[in-house]
């Protein structure tokens, strides 16, 4: 009976571990060229606004406004969320590691909060930096630039042919972290993003544009 207890146990295990270590894609390494993966995403400064519906833990939702200037170049992004009236709800810098938050209103104003969100700002924005570790394809035929950076982080840019790019985050472990799908690109701009983060704490937003213009070096912080 013991016995037969520790298999069930380690069957129980197995199974609640299997979807967290699925792990990327696999992928039929094939040259791919980088410029397809890089396409939706600037490579300047570049005050994006987006109207944000929210999917929250717990399954509340919030409409918001979200505006979002970033500087691949600098490697800065600064956030803010306002209500559709206007009220800036958070604010906040970041530059590499440091983040300087500049107003956050509850429910932004938890200790970790800042931290998360522009992680997934850089996320959303920031294409990944260096070479691919590899490129490939996938059985559909999507091309897949997979980039590692030093922590074993890897990121997947997949170009769907006709469909858009979606992009894939996962841990060391191979437990996936955060998705995003890009659509209705129109002059280099995306005008549909669909970010989903699995954890800590998942949620997903819906980021419709509004608007999309270069800052000039003077208006730069």
Request: aromatic residues 8%; proline residues 9%; positive net charge.
């Amino acid at each position: 009976m013991k016995k037969y207890r520790l298999i069930v146990l380690w069957c129980a295990l197995a199974a609640a571990m299997l979807p967290a270590c699925a792990g990327p894609r696999h992928i039929r390494p094939e040259p791919v060229n980088p410029a397809l993966c890089r396409l939706p995403f600037s490579s300047t400064s570049c005050r994006y606004i987006h109207g944000l519906d929210a999917e929250l833990p717990g399954g509340a939702r919030m409409t918001v406004m979200g505006v979002s200037v970033v500087d691949p170049e600098t490697d800065t992004i600064q956030a803010a969320i306002m209500t559709l009236e206007g009220l800036v709800l958070f604010d906040a810098t970041a530059s590499g590691s440091s983040i300087k938050v500049h107003r956050a209103l509850p429910p932004f104003d938890g200790p970790q909060f800042a931290e998360g969100l522009m992680q997934d700002v850089r996320f959303v924005f920031m294409f990944p930096a260096g070479a691919p570790k590899t490129t490939g394809r996938l059985d559909n035929g999507s091309s897949v630039c997979r980039y590692q950076d030093n922590f074993g982080m890897t990121v997947d840019v997949i170009a769907h042919p006709g469909h858009g790019w979606k992009v894939e985050q996962y841990s060391i472990l191979g437990k996936k972290l955060r998705t995003l799908k890009i659509s209705a690109l129109k002059n280099g701009v995306p005008g549909m993003l669909e970010f989903e983060a699995f954890s800590p704490k998942p949620y997903a937003l819906h980021m419709k544009l509004i608007s999309a213009e270069p800052v000039p070096p003077a208006e730069k912080k």
